[in-house]
């Protein structure tokens, strides 16, 4: 019989003054009573042919690459999209696609999910609702109960930690989300947890940095040629941010399929929390050596400097990615933003190209 915790009391880590790297004295949380979860030896699977089957709700960005990389290693991979032309779009590149709106949701998608024996959450909180899916909760219970699901993987983020004032942080810092949206966030990880146990199964909780990869990082940013939006501009004033490319991320969700831990929580970073200036102006870079004399002078990577020369920066935080290595044996591909973005433009066409 597998344990799943659900931590009450959030732990400490101390970090020594004037040190800048590394996780020093970590004081374990105090934990709820145990939540008791059968997770069966032998696969509960009732249908044969349900084995390497993937169910992702929201087969957004990460969702659309984790379901090529499967399907190269033979998986079956079903996802949910919100409209027609995105169901069409997935239908042509080869998935199973659904159209599901967790308002009003089709009971017979979550029934199609029931023969998976995979799932992967994929859907953002929203504002005044937390996570959508979860509204349905007790109907989902009743569904999965009986079915062939072994693993659930739901996609956080590190936001959910906060401002740790430039602390190194791993898995067991205390959460202190700052945003409604990030505390909607771990909200949603605890009932995750929580559902995952009562249904006897394998849950983990993932908690991504900031995502890119080809066709969205900073070099389409930068070849857009676009003002920054606010959003962008008040990030820039950050003085760490953890990433990851979404290639990596597919890593570790594949080792974890491979190595299931009951309620484990992973943080999946990259190496080098860069601040986004100094991570875009090296995109600027790589632009203007492969492409020379095409960039505007007006760059959006420097729409920002004028925020952050006025001092308006916070201490944010820096992510430890250990916890993936140790247990998952993860080596990434890209454990710095430096590789990831040369890896995308070694890869792009020439984007001012005109016949």
């Known amino acids: 019989m597998e344990i799943c915790r659900l931590p009450s009391k959030p732990a400490v880590i101390h970090i020594r003054p004037g040190r800048t790297a590394g996780i020093y004295s970590i004081k374990r949380p105090a934990f709820s009573p145990d939540i008791k979860c059968r997770v069966d030896d032998e696969p509960k699977t009732k249908n044969p042919n349900s084995k390497d089957r993937m169910f992702i709700l929201g087969m957004g960005f990460v969702g659309k690459f984790l379901a090529a990389d499967l399907k190269k290693d033979g998986w079956q991979v079903t996802g949910t999209c919100t409209s027609t032309s995105r169901k069409k779009k997935l239908e042509e590149i080869g998935f199973n696609a659904h159209i599901f ?22 859907v953002p909180p929203v504002l005044g609702v937390g996570d959508p899916v979860l509204q349905h909760k007790e109907l989902l219970k ?3 109960t009986d079915g062939n699901l072994q693993w659930l ?16 942080v791993d898995e067991e810092y205390p959460p202190s989300p700052m945003t409604e949206l990030a505390k909607a966030r771990l909200a949603a990880e605890e009932e995750w947890l929580q559902l995952a146990c009562d249904v006897r ?16 990082s900073a070099v389409d940013t930068i070849l857009r040629q ?6 962008q501009k008040m990030r820039f ?8 490319h979404v290639a990596d991320i597919c890593q570790a969700l594949k080792a974890s399929i491979q190595r299931p831990s009951p309620g484990k929580i ?38 920002a400097d004028s925020l952050i020369l006025q001092g308006i920066s916070r201490g944010e935080k820096r992510v430890s990615n250990k916890r993936i290595k140790t247990e998952l044996d993860v080596t990434l591909l890209y454990p710095t933003y430096e ?4 890896s995308i433009i070694k890869c792009m066409q020439n984007p001012f190209y005109e016949s």
């Open 101 to 122: 709106d967790a308002n009003e949701p089709l009971h017979e998608v979550f029934d199609i999910m029931k023969f998976h024996s995979h799932l992967l959450i994929s």
């Open 142 to 144: 009743e569904i999965l």
């Open 153 to 168: 993987g739901y996609l956080s983020s590190t936001s959910v930690y906060g401002n740790c004032g430039g602390a190194w």
């Open 201 to 216: 199964v394998t849950a983990q909780i993932f908690r991504l940095g900031g995502i890119y990869g080809p066709g969205r």
């Open 226 to 231: 676009e003002p920054l939006s606010k959003g």
């Open 237 to 244: 004033s950050r003085h760490y941010t953890s990433r990851i």
């Open 266 to 303: 992973y943080n999946v970073v990259d190496d080098d929390p860069a601040p986004r200036e100094q991570v875009f102006k090296f995109a600027k870079n790589l632009v203007e050596k492969k492409w020379p004399g095409h960039l505007n002078s007006n760059n959006s990577a420097e729409d």
């Open 339 to 342: 590789s990831g973005l040369q």
